[in-house]
């Protein structure tokens, strides 16, 4: 499955372009988040706009499961198509462009998710996150999905929920896979 790879193999070598732009658009969307939470705006506004990222981001997700159906099916192995499958990308032009608003959308539902108090809001928000991670895998978008891998490694290792032992489990598992 050449598709699942995440950085291209060619010729024995891999492609340094592919790890330059996934470590460009990782730092710059880290950036943003770091400067908007450093800019002095009421927090309210700062929850008011992740909320309809996730909004935007529920209906991209949704249109996108409806639009290609049959090519998620085929993907899945669970159907076969006369034709070949085509990449789910939404309304977005092409696949890396909906990965990466996916991952902004990622961030943002995290964002919401610690600061969330009932549990209601909590379950919403972690099917949100999972139906989320889904359409980033069904991009099959390597820079998308090696920047949302990249984010959750960085946010379970420097979250104060997770207890060190599991951390450090976690890195090694990270490092070996």
Not at 7 to 25: L, V
Not at 29 to 58: H, P, S, T
Not at 150 to 175: H, P
Request: glycine share 4%; net charge positive.
């Amino acid at each position: 499955m050449p598709y699942l790879s995440i950085i291209n193999y060619k010729n024995n070598s891999y492609e340094i372009m592919d790890f330059a732009n996934i470590a460009c658009k990782f730092v710059n969307i880290i950036l943003l988040f770091v400067l908007a939470i450093n800019i002095k705006i009421d927090e309210k506004y700062l929850n008011y706009f992740m909320k309809l990222i996730i909004c935007v981001g529920i209906i991209a997700c949704l249109q996108n499961m409806i639009l290609y159906f049959e090519d998620i099916m085929a993907h899945l192995n669970l159907i076969e198509l006369e034709r070949k499958a085509s990449i789910p990308k939404s309304f977005f032009s092409q696949k890396n462009p909906f990965a990466f608003f996916l991952y902004i959308s990622i961030i943002s539902t995290i964002f919401l998710f610690q600061k969330e108090n009932k549990i209601f809001g909590k379950i919403v928000l972690g099917l949100t996150l999972l139906l989320f991670l889904f359409n980033v895998v069904l991009t099959f978008s390597r820079t998308g999905t090696a920047m949302v891998i990249m984010f959750l490694g960085l946010w379970f290792l420097f979250t104060n929920k997770i207890s060190v032992k599991v951390k450090v489990i976690l890195a090694i598992l990270g490092v070996i896979g």
